[in-house]
Nanobody
């Protein structure tokens, strides 16, 4: 069974940090570009970051650039999203997903995790 599982979410104060993990089972992440998305209540799902499969190029939404860092550990079949300087507006359910290329639109991401809640609040 092909599956992505996110973990690492939780409650954090503004200015704090979290590291999200996206672990794959049933397939090898090496061959996929992996994206991180989030969806806040009442809002559309938005793409935050992506890391390519071949050369590990990274891409970021402007609003998270400089605060979030995506990385991959192919030996652990896991992709991470390090989130620093968190703001209340970062509160959302965070998802990881796999696709062929980072340039693909969201509907071409083939595999999705179940999401992990991130809440930024004092």
């Amino acid at each position: 069974q092909l599956q992505l599982v996110e973990s690492g979410g939780g409650l954090v104060q503004p200015g704090g940090s979290l590291r999200l993990s996206c672990a794959a089972s049933g397939f090898t992440l090496d061959y996929y570009a992996i994206g991180w998305f989030r969806q806040a209540p009442g809002k559309e799902r938005e793409g935050l970051s992506c890391i390519s499969s071949s050369d590990s190029n990274t891409y970021y939404l402007d609003s998270v650039k400089g605060r979030f860092t995506i990385s991959r550990d192919n030996a652990k079949n896991t992709v991470y999203l390090q989130m620093n300087s968190l703001k209340p507006e970062d509160t959302a359910v965070y998802y990881c997903a796999a696709t062929s290329y980072c340039a693909n639109p969201i509907d071409e991401y083939d595999y999705w995790g179940q999401g992990t809640q991130v809440t930024v609040s004092s």
